[in-house]
């Protein structure tokens, strides 16, 4: 098969993808890849291809590198800890202006450009991602998911239209709070019962050897996985991302992947058999 083709593969790909019409696939899209306009525009394709193929497909965004862009702007350093950020109140402001408006509209607007029929979303739209703070200080607005509210997206989804969601919780007193948008992808995949988790990022999937990509862990079990956080093989950014995976996989999801954004047509070869762009976790 000629990859490079680009009208052949797709003919190629229909013809092996049609069997899962009506499948829910939820795609956790971040990284690095998000700031490469070319990238984005085929994650866009590829998500569209897949929806009118009769896929539900659902988006939630990060934007990490547009946050710290931002930060920077404004002379304030960026603090993590283990993998999530730490944000005070006006990081909030920074972090809300960023992903609801800036991130968020700017997929909106690149899914529709090619007739994609995006809704742009945060929790604070029909209360949809209620957050549970982690810290009961007001100015550590960081919070993990407490509830998700499915009927804007079922409403949506079951009219053909592509939810485009930033990770952004509300708290029951009206507090805009950031959450992990792994954590936010696991917990709306474990809700909707998807069939496909996909994590879209700009690591080749979970590496043995984290310089070198050959050590690739193509398929990999719960408990293997547990392992190599165990052993330390699993740290820093990607930790938060494979244990919302693990909790989804535990909670109704049936597969998971994590997959390189920028190999092209990734989205679209990670439902071909036999052809492996990442790591997929399953029991």
Same mark, same amino acid.
């Given at each position: 098969?000629?990859?490079?083709?680009?009208?052949?593969?797709?003919?190629?790909?229909?013809?092996?993808?049609?069997?899962?019409?009506?499948?829910?696939?939820?795609v956790k899209y $971040?990284?690095?890849a998000m700031k490469d306009e070319k990238l984005t525009i085929q994650m866009v394709k590829n998500l569209i291809f897949l929806n009118d193929l009769g896929l539900r =497909?659902?988006?939630?965004? $990060? !934007?990490? #590198?547009? /946050?710290?862009d931002w930060l920077q702007k404004f002379s304030i350093k960026p603090q993590f800890k283990n993998g999530i950020r730490i944000t005070d109140s006006i990081t909030?402001? /920074?972090v809300q202006m960023v992903l609801a408006g800036q991130v968020n509209k700017t997929l909106v607007t690149i899914f529709?450009?090619? *007739? !994609? *029929?995006a809704v742009g979303l945060s929790g604070h739209d029909s209360n949809l991602i209620i957050a549970d703070p982690i810290d009961k200080q007001d100015n550590n607005r960081v919070a993990n998911v407490g509830s998700i509210d499915l009927r804007i997206i079922n409403l949506l989804i079951n009219n053909n239209y592509i939810p485009i969601i930033a990770p952004i919780g509300v708290s029951k007193q009206g507090l805009s709070y950031n959450i992990n948008a792994d954590l936010v992808a696991g917990a709306l995949a474990e809700k909707l019962k998807v069939d496909v988790l996909i994590i879209l990022t700009d690591t080749p999937g979970i590496l043995k050897d984290h310089q070198n990509?050959?050590?690739?862990?193509e398929n990999?079990? #719960?408990?293997?996985? =547990?392992k190599l956080i165990e052993d330390?093989?699993?740290?820093?950014?990607?930790? #938060?991302k494979v244990k919302s995976c693990l909790h989804a996989l535990d909670n109704g999801v049936k597969v998971v992947k994590i997959i390189d954004g920028r190999i092209d047509n990734s989205l679209i070869l990670s439902f071909i058999e036999n052809t492996q762009v990442g790591t997929s976790i399953l029991y």
């Open positions: 098969m000629n990859y490079s083709d680009n009208t052949t593969f797709l003919d190629y790909a229909k013809s092996l993808i049609q069997q899962l019409k009506y499948k829910t696939v939820l $971040g990284g690095a =497909c659902i988006v939630v965004h $990060g !934007g990490g #590198p547009n /946050i710290n909030m402001e /920074i529709n450009k090619y *007739n !994609g *029929n990509k050959a050590t690739l862990y990999l079990t #719960p408990m293997e996985v =547990c330390g093989i699993i740290f820093g950014g990607m930790l #938060p």
